[in-house]
Nanobody, 114 residues
Framework: QVQLVESGGDLVQPGGSLRLSCTAS????????MGWYRQAPGKQRELVAR???????TYTGSVKGRFTISRDNAANTVYLQMNSLKAEDTAVYYC????????WGQGTQVTVSS
């Protein structure tokens, strides 16, 4: 059974940084595409970043140069380093894995506010 558990969400001031973690069980993360999505109140869930089994990455335009997705195969964990945070980054962030179907974590709240 695949499980994704996120952590690291918090309240942070504009310009600050956070690192989100997603630890997987029941699956080897290096074999599959994984990523982070986010959903702000009243908006649709949107892709933030993906990392592929090859190690390649993609980012949505609004986070390029500020966010970095990475993977620790030994820890079976995917990270999202978020720098220069803005108010518009406020959302619930979800970990995602693509295998037989889409798997999702429970979400972690990121709030950027002064």
């Amino acid at each position: 059974q695949v499980q994704l558990v996120e952590s690291g969400g918090d309240l942070v001031q504009p310009g600050g940084s956070l690192r989100l973690s997603c630890t997987a069980s029941g699956v080897v993360v290096s074999r599959f595409a994984m990523g982070w999505y986010r959903q702000a109140p009243g908006k649709q869930r949107e892709l933030v970043a993906r990392i592929y089994s090859s190690g390649g990455t993609t980012y949505t335009g609004s986070v390029k140069g500020r966010f970095t997705i990475s993977r620790d195969n030994a820890a079976n964990t995917v990270y999202l380093q978020m720098n220069s945070l803005k108010a518009e980054d406020t959302a619930v962030y979800y970990c995602w894995l693509a295998w037989e179907k889409d798997y999702w974590g429970q979400g972690t709240q990121v709030t950027v506010s002064s």
